[in-house]
């Protein structure tokens, strides 16, 4: 893992100073409470060796994590039943449709999700994870998200969580319950993918998630071992190929680094081996990823050769 030092402090400060001065009208509302006023929000922070940890703009800003949350609730339930059992339920494969389609449904084998990265895959990742009920699933995936950000405060909006239109999910849900990928109710297996994507944080917190990834799932601070190596292998895998939805294939060239995307304006990006990035912009293009977001990850990987290709 590097150490982050003056020259990266500078360089964030420089270039989110030039992102606050880009303006871009979104081409979708971002999600939550976010009014129009917050669509100039850009903030970064960056953790590398021992937890250095290099921040600018609005890092100390919270935001939900969206479909950021997909990434660590694929590690967990990789943790919980390995990965033979879950793809066996969802598959591996881009699918070059938006994260919300039902169509890819129909595809291939019937009722089978493309990869853990969409709105379907997520819903099934969430069902494998162990738990009695609901309430108990999302306990577990919330204190995984704690350990790995190191906030026992974490939690849900609830305010976001029971205003949200989740009418397309549940579809999602009972079409792919009719072909038996899901058995069980939607309290036990929806509702635990429902809150967690209203699970909150903010920039600095997702580095240090990133940089989990980065260290090969060990705290880049305390050392400690919080997720298994293959574990992470497979989710910064899907991440490089999924990870930023119908745009992952033009962003792993122009960026190159694992990364995940949330509506919210999030990205979760992880130069492996050497820091990990949180980014909030909730300006958002005609993909669902940050307008900045996606600008900033690119200004820091051509000049630090942050991709894994460089």
Same mark, same amino acid.
């Not at 943790?79 to 793809?87: K, Q, R, Y």
């Not at 350990?147 to 029971?162: C, G, I, K, T, V």
């Given at each position: 893992?590097? !150490?982050?030092?003056?020259?990266?402090?500078?360089?964030?400060?420089?270039?989110?100073?030039?992102?606050?001065?880009? %303006?871009?009208?979104?081409?979708?509302?971002?999600?939550?409470?976010?009014?129009?006023?917050?669509?100039?929000?850009?903030?970064?922070?960056?953790?590398?060796?021992?937890?250095?940890?290099?921040?600018?703009?609005?890092?100390?800003?919270?935001?939900? &994590?969206?479909?950021?949350?997909?990434?660590?609730?694929?590690?967990? *339930?990789?943790?919980?039943?390995?990965? @033979?059992?879950?793809?066996?339920?969802?598959?591996?494969?881009?699918?070059?449709?938006?994260?919300?389609?039902? *169509?890819?449904?129909? @595809?291939?084998?019937?009722?089978?999700?493309?990869?853990?990265?969409?709105?379907?895959?997520?819903?099934?990742?969430?069902?494998?994870?162990?738990? =009695?009920?609901?309430? +108990? !699933?999302?306990?577990?995936?919330? +204190?995984?998200? =704690? !350990?790995?950000?190191?906030?026992?405060?974490?939690?849900?909006?609830?305010?976001?969580?029971?205003?949200?239109?989740?009418?397309?999910?549940?579809? &999602?849900?009972?079409?792919? %319950?009719?072909?038996?990928?899901?058995?069980?109710?939607?309290?036990?297996?929806?509702?635990?993918?429902?809150?967690?994507?209203?699970?909150?944080?903010?920039? %600095?917190?997702?580095?240090?998630?990133?940089?989990?990834?980065?260290? !090969?799932?060990?705290?880049?601070? #305390?050392? @400690?071992?919080?997720?298994?190596?293959?574990?992470?292998?497979?989710?910064?895998?899907?991440?490089?190929?999924?990870?930023?939805?119908?745009?992952?294939?033009?962003?792993?060239?122009?960026?190159?680094?694992?990364?995940?995307?949330?509506? #919210?304006?999030?990205?979760? *990006?992880?130069?492996?081996? %050497? &820091?990990?990035?949180?980014?909030?912009?909730?300006?958002?293009?005609?993909?669902?990823?940050?307008?900045?977001?996606?600008?900033? &990850?690119?200004?820091?990987?051509?000049?630090?050769?942050?991709?894994?290709?460089?």
């Amino acid at each position: 893992m590097e !150490r982050i030092d003056k020259a990266k402090v500078a360089f964030l400060q420089e270039v989110v100073e030039r992102e606050r001065e880009y %303006r871009h009208e979104s081409e979708m509302a971002s999600f939550g409470e976010s009014g129009e006023e917050d669509q100039e929000l850009v903030g970064i922070a960056l953790m590398g060796a021992e937890g250095d940890v290099a921040q600018a703009g609005s890092a100390e800003q919270r935001f939900p &994590l969206e479909s950021v949350s997909k990434a660590l609730t694929l590690a967990l *339930a990789l943790e919980d039943v390995g990965a @033979e059992a879950l793809f066996a339920r969802v598959g591996m494969e881009p699918s070059g449709d938006p994260y919300h389609s039902i *169509a890819t449904l129909e @595809e291939g084998e019937m009722g089978i999700p493309s990869n853990p990265m969409i709105n379907a895959g997520a819903i099934v990742t969430t069902a494998m994870i162990r738990g =009695r009920d609901g309430k +108990d !699933r999302f306990e577990r995936l919330r +204190d995984f998200f =704690r !350990r790995l950000s190191a906030n026992p405060e974490l939690d849900y909006n609830r305010a976001m969580f029971e205003a949200e239109d989740q009418d397309l999910n549940r579809a &999602l849900f009972y079409y792919m %319950r009719s072909h038996d990928v899901l058995v069980g109710s939607e309290e036990d297996l929806l509702v635990p993918y429902l809150k967690q994507t209203s699970i909150e944080m903010n920039c %600095r917190e997702l580095s240090r998630i990133a940089a989990v990834l980065a260290n !090969r799932g060990c705290d880049p601070v #305390s050392g @400690e071992r919080l997720i298994g190596e293959e574990t992470v292998r497979i989710v910064l895998t899907l991440m490089f190929t999924t990870g930023m939805y119908d745009q992952s294939g033009r962003y792993a060239v122009e960026v190159g680094m694992p990364s995940k995307s949330g509506v #919210s304006g999030a990205i979760l *990006a992880v130069a492996p081996g %050497r &820091l990990g990035c949180g980014v909030i912009g909730p300006a958002l293009n005609e993909h669902g990823n940050s307008v900045a977001g996606l600008r900033l &990850l690119e200004a820091l990987s051509n000049r630090w050769r942050l991709g894994v290709f460089a």
